[in-house]
């Protein structure tokens, strides 16, 4: 997440592990912690979640990894809990006029989906980001706030305009007014597909069209990637 211009640690990295799937194998790895924990806790989880630095390695491994982070979430953390961290600083620093943004990053199968976008019960942290924005721009009585939704996907070496309804080919320009952006690769100059947003219902609408766009497989790690 990117929060402040000024701030030393305007990018802070925060690690969820998720829950390991049926067809895994929990001793497969080792966690030693930097530092331990009064209670003598055995949960993996459990104990790096408590911890800004650890090590982890498999049976097989033949070298140790060491990474620091801003915080990691224990497994039982909700969406909510990640946002509230993250996502909710974000917002604010946004609506104060910076550029700000969230990227999840992880391989497939990682819960990088779960996390975005969640459930129904346990929605995401870009359906919580945007409740936030709608909701503080309507209790802002002194500024008027005009909202668009984009939305893309590189897949294959090719930006898709994922809200585009023949899913454009884009490229990557620098324009002189919006800075680095997108615009149509269809032989003309034509932007990409903005769509104005002013309810939380049209924002749904948006990113269940763009979700149903997105290019999906099978593969070895997960159903639908």
């Known amino acids: ?30 966690v030693t912690p930097q530092r331990e924990r009064a209670d003598g ?32 979430f224990g497994q039982g953390a909700k969406n909510c809990d990640v946002f509230r961290e993250l996502g909710e600083p974000v917002v604010d620093r946004c609506l104060e006029g910076f550029n700000t943004a969230v990227f999840a990053y992880g391989q497939t199968g990682s819960g990088k989906t779960h996390t975005m976008l969640g459930t129904e019960s346990d ?12 909701d503080k721009c309507a209790a802002d009585t002194e500024r008027r706030y005009l909202l668009r939704m984009e939305s893309m996907e590189i897949y294959n070496e090719e930006v898709r305009d994922l809200l585009s309804p023949d899913l454009h080919r884009l490229k990557v320009v620098d324009h002189a007014a919006k800075g680095v952006t997108c ?28 979700m149903s766009s997105r290019s999906t497989g ?8």
């Open 1 to 30: 997440t990117s929060t402040h211009k000024g701030d030393a640690n305007a990018i802070k990295v925060f690690i969820r592990p998720r829950p390991f799937a049926c067809a895994e194998t929990a001793s497969a790895w080792r």
């Open 41 to 72: 806790a055995e949960n993996p989880y459990d104990l790096i979640a408590e911890l800004d630095e650890c090590r982890c390695s498999t049976q097989e491994a033949t070298e140790v990894a060491q990474f620091s982070f801003d915080r990691i």
């Open 123 to 134: 929605p995401g942290v870009l359906i919580l980001a945007t409740r936030s924005i709608l």
């Open 183 to 210: 615009v149509s690769d269809q032989g003309r100059r034509q932007h990409q597909t903005e769509r104005f947003v002013c309810t939380l219902e049209e924002a749904h609408r948006l990113i269940d069209a763009a």
């Open 218 to 225: 099978k593969t070895s790690m997960n159903v639908t990637s």
